[in-house]
């Protein structure tokens, strides 16, 4: 019903920048869409939110950070374009992750456990 296509990420030093992009495609011509956001998950570790969009008209949304991102991170959203957007910036090697996006219709990101799954995209931050 929904697909989450990501693309960016791959390996930086320490201290440099990311993109990443997730675009959703429908299966069903009409959709909406309430939150869009990021998630990432370490080797042996939960996966756990990073940022996220949720759409208050149509071209304007409130945004939301973990606490660990905040001030580094920035996410960004296009409901036009169904896609999401997080720029990555002073990179530390505890944000060596998988990325992945995340996509609710009708709740926040963040709160949901009923989201629909990008495939995840690799970001390393080497030291």
């Known amino acids: 019903q929904v697909q989450l296509v990501e693309s960016g990420g791959g390996l930086v030093q320490a201290g440099g920048s990311l993109s990443l992009s997730c675009a959703a495609s429908f299966t069903r011509q009409t959709h909406n869409i309430y939150s869009m956001g990021w998630f990432r998950q370490a080797p042996g570790q939960e996966r756990e939110f990073v940022a996220s969009v949720k759409w208050t008209g149509a071209f304007t949304y409130d945004v939301d950070y973990a606490d660990s991102v905040k001030g580094r991170f920035t996410v960004s959203g296009d409901n036009g374009k169904s896609s999401v957007y997080l720029q990555l910036n002073s990179l530390k090697p505890e944000d060596t992750a998988v990325y992945y996006c995340?996509?609710?219709?009708?709740?926040?990101?963040?709160?949901?456990?009923?989201?629909?799954w990008g495939q995840g995209t690799q970001v390393t931050v080497s030291s």
């Open positions: 995340a996509i609710n219709r009708f709740n926040r990101v963040r709160d949901s456990g009923d989201n629909y």
